[in-house]
C-alpha cells in the first residue's frame, strides 16, 4: 500500500481519485471506487436539480460508507445553474469533499471552509494552482495537456506541468491527464504527485454508468484517437474522434464560429453516445490514455491491480536498479 499526504488528508487507502464526469459521475461508479478504497467524485451538474443531486448523495450513502465528494464545475454559460444552490445542497446532505473546477472557486471557498469541507481545486497550470493555493484550497489536481476535456491553452503535457507545479506549491497535490495504470501512479509519484486522478480510464469500467458500446470502443482506440476542438474560440476541449467532433473541427479551422456549430456539440447529443451507445450521435470526453486502456474491468479490479503493481514496481524494478557503491 502506497501511504502520501494525499491518501492521509482525505482518508482513502490508495492515492488515486475518480474526478468528475458529465453524464458519468454517479452513484454507481462513484460508490465503487470509494469501496475500492479510492477516492470517487459525482457530478453535481449531471443532476437536473440540487434537490436531485441531494438524492443522488443520499443513494450513494446507501452504497457505501467510505469517503467520497462531489465535483462542483463552474463555467460560463448565458443560462448558468444556480450554482449557490449546488453548493448549498453539497453541504446540507453532509459531504466533506468537494472537487471544484472551471472558474476560480473564490466565490465558494468561504462558505466551503465554514462547513468544514476539504477542497479540491482543479486547474491546467502552474499559476492557476499557485492562486488555488492562496485561495486556501486544501489540494489542487493539475491537468496536464494529455487529458480529456479541457487541457487549457498552454499545451504543456504533465511530465513538465506535474513537477513544475509541485516546485511551485506546498499542499498536496493530484496529476491528472494521461493516468490509467501503476506505471502512470508510480511516474506522478516520481515527479511531486501525491497521486493521480483518472477520468477516462474509470470511464471504461463494468460499474461506469454509459453503454457498453463506448466502452468498447475506447478499448480499440488509440492514443492518437482523438481530437481538440474549439480551439480557435481558445476554449480547447479534448474529445473522441469521431465524424462530429472532426467536423466541428473542420468548420472553426475554416473560419466558422461558435454559432455554427452549436447543435453539433449540444450537451444532449453527447448523453445520447453514453446512454444509447451511437457513436456518431455527438462529442464525447476522451483523453490519450485510450492508448494504454485494453480491457473493462470492475473498479475493485482496476484500483487493487494499479495499487498492487504500483507498490511491485517501487519494491522491486526500481528498487533493483539501485547499486550500492
Not at 45 to 52: G, H, N, R, S
Not at 74 to 93: F, G, N, Q
Not at 266 to 272: M, S, T
Amino acid at each position: 500500500m502506497l501511504t502520501t499526504r494525499f491518501t492521509e488528508l482525505f482518508g482513502v487507502d490508495h492515492p488515486i481519485a475518480q474526478g468528475g464526469m458529465q453524464w458519468v459521475g454517479r452513484a454507481e461508479l462513484v460508490a465503487g471506487v470509494a469501496n475500492a478504497g479510492a477516492l470517487g467524485f459525482l457530478t453535481a451538474l449531471t443532476q437536473p436539480t440540487p434537490e436531485a443531486l441531494a438524492k443522488e448523495i443520499a443513494r450513494t450513502r446507501e452504497m457505501t460508507d467510505r469517503p467520497f465528494g462531489v465535483n462542483l464545475t463552474i463555467l460560463p454559460a448565458i443560462d448558468p445553474p444556480p450554482y449557490e444552490e449546488y453548493r448549498d445542497a453539497i453541504i446540507e446532505s453532509g459531504v466533506t469533499i468537494v472537487e471544484t473546477a472551471g472558474f476560480n472557486p473564490q466565490e465558494h471557498m468561504p462558505t466551503f471552509t465554514e462547513a468544514g469541507i476539504k477542497v479540491i481545486h482543479k486547474c491546467t497550470s502552474v499559476r492557476h494552482a499557485v492562486k488555488a493555493q492562496a485561495l486556501g484550497v486544501d489540494a489542487v489536481s493539475i491537468d496536464g495537456f494529455e487529458c480529456a476535456g479541457h487541457p487549457g491553452e498552454d499545451d504543456i503535457p504533465g511530465l513538465v506541468l506535474i513537477p513544475a507545479a509541485a516546485d511551485a506549491i506546498s499542499i498536496p497535490m493530484l496529476a491528472s491527464g494521461g493516468f490509467g495504470d501503476a506505471r502512470g501512479l508510480v511516474a506522478a509519484l516520481a515527479l511531486g504527485a501525491d497521486g493521480i486522478n483518472m477520468g477516462t480510464r474509470f470511464l471504461a469500467t463494468q460499474e461506469s454508468p454509459v453503454h457498453q458500446r463506448v466502452k468498447e470502443q475506447m478499448v480499440t482506440n488509440s492514443e492518437r484517437d482523438t481530437e481538440l476542438i474549439f480551439r480557435p474560440l481558445r476554449n480547447t476541449a479534448r474529445v473522441a474522434s469521431n465524424s462530429v467532433s472532426r467536423k466541428v473541427v473542420e468548420i472553426l479551422d475554416g473560419g466558422g464560429e461558435f454559432a455554427d456549430v452549436r447543435d453539433l456539440v449540444a450537451g444532449a447529443r453527447g448523453r445520447q453516445v453514453f446512454d444509447h451507445g451511437d457513436l456518431e450521435a455527438g462529442i464525447w470526453s476522451a483523453g490519450m490514455v485510450q492508448g494504454i486502456i485494453n480491457d473493462i474491468p470492475t473498479v475493485a479490479e482496476l484500483v487493487d491491480r494499479i495499487a498492487t503493481e504500483a507498490t511491485a514496481l517501487v519494491q522491486r524494478r526500481l528498487a533493483g536498479l539501485t547499486t550500492v557503491r
